[in-house]
Structure formats: C-alpha cells, structure tokens
C-alpha cells in the first residue's frame, strides 16, 4: 500500500531522548524534520530555516499555527506552513512537540499522525541526560520542577490508545522499538 503524507510527532519529557529519536528518523530513515517558527533571536551557530524559522512579532502573527506557546517573552509555534513546506519534500516527516501540543495534532490531524511517546522508567536518567547537555544544576532543576516537566513524565488521557511507547531506558531497546513502529506505521496493508 502506498503510504500518504504522515507526521511522526515525538513527545516525552525533557531529557527523555525525543531529539535521539528525530536524529535517528532523519539519518536511518530520510524522514525530515519539520521545521517550527519562533521569535527568540538566534543562538550561535543556528541559522534560519534549519534550526528555526525566525520571525519578528508581525511575521510570526502571519502563520496558521496547529499549536503555540508563549516561553520566556518568546512565541514558539508549528505552522500549517511549514508542513506543507516539508511534505512538498518527503511524504514522512517528523516533529518534536511537548505532549500539550502533541493532543494539538492529534485532534486536527489524527489520520496523519504516528504518535511516539518517549518514556524513561527512572528520574535519575532524566537528571543525567539534562546535565549532560551542560544545563546549570539550577536550570535543571527549574526545568523537572515546572509544570510543563511533570505534565509530560506521563502519556497524557489525550495521547492514550494513539501514542506508541517508546521506553528508552536503552539506547539500542529504544531503536528497535522505532523501527518496530515504523514497519506496523508504514508498511500496512
């Protein structure tokens, strides 16, 4: 069967392995990301449309968002867009969201969408993986304390019986579960 435009939306807690999983799809499987807007200016070394598409307060307002949030004085966003832009280019892409904007897609697009949830069994992985990045023990700690943080260590009631597990405890168990996904997902008959 030939397979339609499709969305693999990655969710999860920070820290869990979602932008693992994105670089996997996109290096083992050509699936592109989808690139999202915001109005924070760019850090060193990120470049418009690659990293993000940046926007001034008017050109953001411009966009059709399927979801957006407001973090720090900066609008973030997913745009019909940019979708579009990238299924122009493969048929399958990816998009890394939090699960809030996750249940976003899957109320607007649910025919569309392969939900990956990526789970940790053990706080204490989250905790090293974010002071791997280089996080400050103080941002680290703001950041599993926020409301969004806890939100997100859980499959949400909107992702339920839509969100394919993904428990990356392991690496190596973590990819073989995405392939798994993606051969159900993809190849159906």
């Keep these: 069967m030939k397979v339609g435009n499709k969305l693999i939306v990655i969710t999860g807690a920070s820290g869990s392995g979602k932008t693992t999983v994105s ?8 699936v592109l990301r989808v690139i999202t807007h915001t109005t924070r200016p760019p850090r060193q070394g990120e470049q418009n449309k690659i990293d993000y598409y940046f926007e001034t307060q008017a050109s953001f307002a411009k966009n059709h ?10 609008q973030y966003g997913s745009s019909r867009e940019a979708l579009q832009r990238a299924w122009r280019k493969r048929r399958v892409v990816s998009l890394v969201l939090d699960t809030k904007g996750a249940e976003a897609y899957v109320k ?19 905790r090293a ?3 791997k990045r280089g996080d400050t023990p103080a941002a680290i700690e703001q950041r599993l304390q926020s409301e969004e943080a806890k939100r997100d260590l859980a499959v949400p009631a909107g992702l339920k019986g839509c969100a394919h597990v993904i428990l990356n405890d392991s690496w190596d168990e973590a990819k073989q579960q995405v392939d798994q996904v993606l051969k159900e997902e993809l190849i159906r008959k």
């Design 129 to 131: 993986r974010l002071e």
């Design 65 to 74: 968002y399927i979801e957006s949030v407001n973090y720090a004085g900066n």
């Design 108 to 126: 607007v697009m649910p025919k569309q969408l392969i939900v990956l949830y990526v789970a940790i069994t053990d706080a204490k992985i989250l």
């Design 23 to 30: 670089n996997y799809l996109h290096d083992n499987y050509g």
